[in-house]
């Protein structure tokens, strides 16, 4: 027989000590994000980062303009934002904010009403969404799903104009090539 640390625990002991590891990788992860904010947005700016967009947001307390860069995640007919570590503040100032704009990369910016997902379906389809993130994003987030699954803040994005709705569909629409003949 083998010896195990963790042989005197119960499951769901195991599982607190896990989800406290990932919240402390995810808060490391973010603070380091937010150091290298300035270095991230310059690249944003001029060339685009994957499913990097930026949201324009404003400040629960302050009332003040603010600024975040975020991973935009899709599926088949849906956007969503969201964060693996609970709440941080431009969740709440989302939330509290009621409404959001979002902007591509040198694209047209979309108006938002953000929607919080309750657990369920459509809420594991924006957490198994997070594989569109930038490596070693994806990576990240997949292998703290379990600990995304108990705290992470999700919302659906709900244009806030039809024509905005357009604009973004054209925007999300996949580039294909075909060769020339």
Known sequence: MTWSP???LDRETILLRVSRAWSWVFRVLYAFLG??????????????????????????????????????????DQLYLGHPNGEVAWTLNLASAGRGELRWHQGPALEFR????????EREAAIQATDQHPFPGNVIYRAGRGHIR????????????????????????????????
């Open 6 to 8: 963790f042989a005197c």
């Open 114 to 121: 953000p929607v919080r997902l309750a657990d369920g379906n």
């Open 35 to 76: 150091l290298v904010d300035p270095l991230i947005r310059s690249w944003f700016e001029s060339f685009g980062l994957g499913n990097v967009v930026e949201v324009r947001l404003v400040g629960r307390r302050s009332g003040r303009p603010r600024t975040v860069l975020l991973g935009l995640l899709r599926t088949t």
């Open 150 to 181: 108990e705290v992470g803040v999700y919302f659906r994005l709900e244009p806030l104009a039809e024509s905005q709705l357009k604009l973004a569909e054209r925007d999300l629409e996949p580039v294909t090539t075909t060769p020339d003949r």
